[in-house]
């Protein structure tokens, strides 16, 4: 059986190695938030500044076409390099701040902005909707066949 300087000096040993063990705890844990800290400042602005890339184009939604008909896709912000325009495959099918474009069918289209080589993200998705000649407003647009 312990006396009473046996259990009041384990205690104290239990306490100490309970206080060393949090102040580790803290240490390791602080350190963790010091590399994230330093790590989201290397990546700050991984959208645009930090490392120059151009902001994403917003491309104007378009009206809806009948088949043969013409419409032009373009931006309703700037672009200080070069806009190259795809489909939803991933077909460029222009560049230049306005897509003069005749589709057969309805087709998805998005821009990117090109800066010294470094390409923004891709623009939002617009689509092109093409109407059928039996469309009620493709009617009077159809040139006559004979």
């Known amino acids: 059986m312990l006396n009473s300087y046996e259990t009041k000096n384990r205690k104290s040993i239990n306490f100490k190695i309970i206080y060393v063990f949090l ?12 590399k994230q800290y330093i790590g989201s400042k290397n990546n700050t602005n991984s959208d645009n500044t930090q490392n ?14 009948c088949v043969g008909s013409k419409t032009e896709l373009s931006l309703s912000n700037s672009c200080t390099g070069t806009v190259i325009w795809k489909t939803s495959t991933n077909l460029i099918v222009g560049k230049g701040n306005v897509l ?3 589709p057969k069918i ?5 821009a ?6 470094i390409e923004s ?7 092109v909707i093409v109407n059928a000649p039996k469309f009620r407003g493709c009617l009077q647009h159809q040139p006559i066949m004979k």
């Not at 102040?23 to 010091?34: D, E, G, H, I, R």
């Not at 309805?106 to 998005?110: A, V």
């Open 23 to 34: 102040c580790l705890l803290k240490s390791v844990t602080l350190v963790n938030a010091q």
């Open 52 to 65: 120059n890339t151009p902001p994403p184009p917003i491309v104007e939604a378009p009206t809806p076409i």
């Open 100 to 102: 003069s474009i005749s």
């Open 106 to 110: 309805t087709t998805s289209y998005t």
């Open 112 to 117: 990117i902005c090109k800066v010294d080589d």
């Open 121 to 127: 993200k891709p623009s939002n998705v617009v689509t």
